[in-house]
């Protein structure tokens, strides 16, 4: 029966070690990938026990040739999770055939490096579907059956290959003695990126490799023979072993080239920046200096002013440096002295001290003097290129 509920799940892992940590991602994971389950069934291990873990049952979308296809994938959850790989099939229909490869075997073990370099927390549930369906688009894990031949039963994905078929696959109970926790003791996954060779279904016995010359005349295989098959599987995985890292070096190379030119167009823009810089502190400092200058000229200018202001008449304090600007400051000067005596007459009116004939005549020739003093201003004004005062 399929799980979603989260507290339903937390009761049925808790068994788990780390039960909050596995219920997350799962939750994470079947949230995004509608069709995965989870399942809780028994697992059988190499050794024949069994042990009831929680699974991911169903199909995940591969595009492959333009076209969407649904994998049918089962992801067993060891009780260490996620401090231990999944263990993952293909489990096909009975419309299918498992198609055996670098990634998967002919029981349906999907082999992957993101399994081996499996690591907590970088490495999860999420990112493996990921890897997966990258993987498969490139090399799908299975194939239609073909029609005229008979139907055959489907493989099971309730355990992993028979050990006599995957090298560096331990026999022994995956819940026994374990002097490493951090490694699940039922699978341990085949050092460096080697991948099992195709082998045929778990219950089937081990088979002695098979010449490609052919038997000698008395029916059995000669030793020699054996080697050379030997020495070729070898020289084949060594061969695929060495254009994988490869391939992986010269893109950490590219990588590394690519870091090298980025930080070689920081560096040169840093030096842009501290050349600027460095011209800038160079102008600030001519500046302060300038500024010292100025401020020393002004304290002496205030101190010598200071120092004559008791002796000093103030129309001698202001002297224009032309006639004409001269003739400008006496021309304003007068100007606003009879307005002044305007205002003045006006307030001597208002108080009774002269009497309005007299007002009116002393305003009269004030006025027209004023008229004159502001038409000669505006004209010297002009003539000195100053604006329009009025």
Not at 79 to 100: A, G
Not at 185 to 203: C, E, K, L
Not at 323 to 344: H, R, S, V
């Amino acid at each position: 029966m399929a799980v979603v509920n989260e507290g339903a799940l937390k009761k049925m892992l808790k068994q788990y070690k780390y039960r909050d940590l596995t219920v997350r991602e799962i939750t994470n994971v079947i949230s995004q990938y509608k069709d995965l389950k989870p399942v809780m069934d028994a697992y059988v291990f190499n050794d024949g026990s069994s042990r009831d873990l929680m699974s991911l049952t169903g199909t995940v979308p591969v595009s492959y040739r333009g076209n969407i296809y649904n994998i049918p994938v089962c992801l067993w959850l060891l009780d260490t999770y996620p401090y231990n790989p999944p263990i993952c099939f293909v489990k096909p229909t009975s419309t299918m055939m498992i198609k055996t490869g670098k990634h998967i075997d002919a029981n349906g073990k999907i082999y992957l490096p993101y399994l081996h370099e499996w690591k907590h927390p970088q490495s999860d549930l999420y990112g493996l579907i990921q890897v997966m369906i990258v993987v498969f688009g490139e090399e799908p894990p299975v194939f239609s059956r073909p029609t005229t031949q008979p139907p055959f039963p489907s493989f099971q994905a309730a355990g992993p290959p028979n050990s006599s078929y995957m090298p560096g696959m331990p026999a022994v109970s995956p819940y026994g003695p374990n002097p490493n926790p951090g490694v699940y003791p039922g699978y341990q996954y085949p050092a460096g990126n080697s991948y099992p060779a195709t082998a045929g279904p778990g219950h089937y016995p081990t088979q002695t490799p098979v010449s490609t010359v052919g038997p000698t005349r008395d029916g059995t295989i000669g030793e020699d023979t054996i080697r050379a098959s030997l020495i070729s599987a070898v020289s084949d995985k060594l061969r695929w072993r060495m254009k994988e890292e490869m391939d992986r070096a010269q893109a950490e190379l590219d990588a590394l080239k690519r870091t090298e030119e980025d930080l070689k167009k920081g560096h040169q823009k840093l030096e842009e920046m501290i050349s600027r810089l460095d011209q800038e502190v160079t102008d600030v400092d001519r500046n302060i200096e300038l500024l010292k200058k100025k401020d020393e000229e002004l304290t002496e200018a205030l101190e010598k002013m200071e120092n004559q202001s008791e002796n000093n008449d103030i129309d001698d304090v202001i002297v224009p440096t032309a006639p004409l600007y001269k003739q400008i400051l006496n021309l304003y000067a007068e100007e606003n002295a009879i307005e002044d005596t305007i205002f003045y007459l006006g307030e001597a009116l208002r108080r009774g001290v002269i009497d309005l004939e007299v007002f009116l005549k002393h305003v009269r020739l004030l006025s027209r003097k004023q008229f004159q003093l502001r038409a000669l201003m505006q004209k010297a004004r002009k003539t000195a290129g100053l604006s329009d005062l009025y």
